[in-house]
């Protein structure tokens, strides 16, 4: 009973996170495309939100609070076929929620949110033996989107391993009617974004902890230790790495699959504890303190971003910039009386979301935030200008 309410109070507090973060950010361009884009699987679940909850940030990011809340709870399911201590898997949770890829994706309107519970919603089922259902959740997936084809691929590699015939024929057939319905991104010559990728996805788990899955998919490799987690894994991270030396990636699409090692990960690190002696458990103290620590440094700095801007010379490079201005600018407008305006495609896109359109009446520019000159739009976070515009209203 104790640890079920530690569990629901790390998860609360982390639902409390994401909450007090969507208070803080506006719409990104990328998040205000898939809004006003083309028909997605996630363009109907932000828009019925927006239906439900009103047109506001609430309603944008609670389909991607919800779906996080989902993965939670089935990480901590699956953490029990891996780790027999109940604390332990709070550990593993608490790591798992801590991490940026998975903060972020709770938060941001984005594929890989849906990524990390699909793959997470297989592998409870598949853990759980509930043959038919992921059966046809695999069927699904093959027609919901391009972005299980790796899960495909690596299944049926997986399906080889164990010498089942049927499933490898399925998941085959799954692949290539997922590719034949969305295709598969490989093009280009070699461009160098190996490094680039290995430093994106140091910056999703951290850097520490990056290293370390890394480590222990290679070190089951050796042991013959495979399962399914370590084959959708590692076949995922073998292909992402293999195309970045011809292409720069989408890294959302590829991150999830690594994420969901975390149990595998968790448990190698406490077998090696367990079977060494007291005296030779410190370095595995101190690798777990310190990237506990990072983890938590990385979440307090998110939290409170916005600081941030006191040091940062050039405001764009702020990690949060993108999601930042829109919000603040939209009403900035309208308390001038200001409801349509022409700017910048990437700004206009984002103001429409709060209610300022696109006309010829006024037009936006835009100015250095370090700029001396006058101007009618000033944005400050902490006291700290970071967007500074001139409106121009033309006369026809």
């Not at 239906?51 to 809340?69: E, K, Q, S, T």
């Not at 070699?190 to 480590?215: M, N, R, T």
């Not at 370095?283 to 998110?302: C, D």
């Not at 990437?346 to 700029?371: A, E, P, W």
Request: net charge positive.
């Amino acid at each position: 009973m104790k640890y079920k309410i530690i569990f629901l109070l790390i998860l609360g507090l982390d639902v409390l996170n994401l909450v007090f973060q969507t208070s803080q950010i506006s719409i990104s361009f990328r998040e205000s495309l898939i809004l006003y884009g083309e028909i997605t699987p996630l363009k109907i679940l932000v828009k019925s939100s927006m239906l439900i909850f009103g047109h506001n940030d609430f309603a944008l990011r609670i389909p991607m609070i919800f779906i996080h809340v989902l993965s939670v709870i089935l990480m901590f399911s699956i953490s029990k076929h891996y780790i027999k201590d109940y604390s332990n898997r709070l550990w593993l949770i608490t790591i798992f929620i801590l991490l940026p890829g998975v903060l972020s994706s709770g938060l941001v309107v984005d594929k890989a949110g849906l990524i990390i519970l699909g793959l997470l919603l297989f592998i409870w089922l598949y853990l759980n033996s509930y043959k038919k259902t992921y059966y046809s959740l695999l069927i699904f997936f093959a027609f919901l989107d391009n972005s299980y084809i790796y899960l495909f691929l690596a299944l049926s590699i997986y399906a080889i391993y164990i010498k089942n015939r049927d499933f490898f024929i399925f998941n085959m057939l799954a692949f290539f009617i997922s590719v034949f319905l969305y295709g598969v991104e490989a093009h280009g010559i070699p461009k160098g974004h190996f490094l680039d990728i290995l430093a994106l996805y140091a910056a999703i788990f951290s850097p520490i902890i990056f290293i370390y899955i890394v480590f222990i998919l290679y070190r089951r490799h050796l042991d013959s230790k495979h399962d399914v987690i370590w084959f959708i894994s590692t076949v995922t991270l073998m292909v992402s790495l293999t195309l970045s030396f011809r292409q720069n990636i989408k890294i959302e699409h590829f991150a999830p699959y690594i994420i969901i090692a975390l149990p595998i990960a968790a448990q190698s690190f406490i077998s090696s504890y367990r079977v060494r002696l007291k005296q030779f458990r410190k370095i595995y103290r101190v690798i777990f303190q310190i990237s506990l620590i990072l983890l938590i440094i990385n979440t307090i700095t998110v939290i409170f971003n916005k600081e941030l801007y006191l040091f940062v010379e050039n405001p764009k490079k702020h990690f949060v910039y993108k999601f930042h201005i829109a919000k603040e600018l939209a009403k900035e407008l309208k308390d001038n009386g200001i409801t349509c305006i022409d700017t910048n495609y990437k700004m206009q896109s984002r103001l429409h979301f709060y209610g300022v359109t696109k006309c010829d009446k006024y037009i936006l520019k835009r100015y250095s935030s370090n700029t001396k000159k006058d101007t009618d739009v000033t944005i400050s976070y902490k006291n700290r200008p970071i967007y500074k515009a001139n409106v121009t209203k033309l006369n026809k």
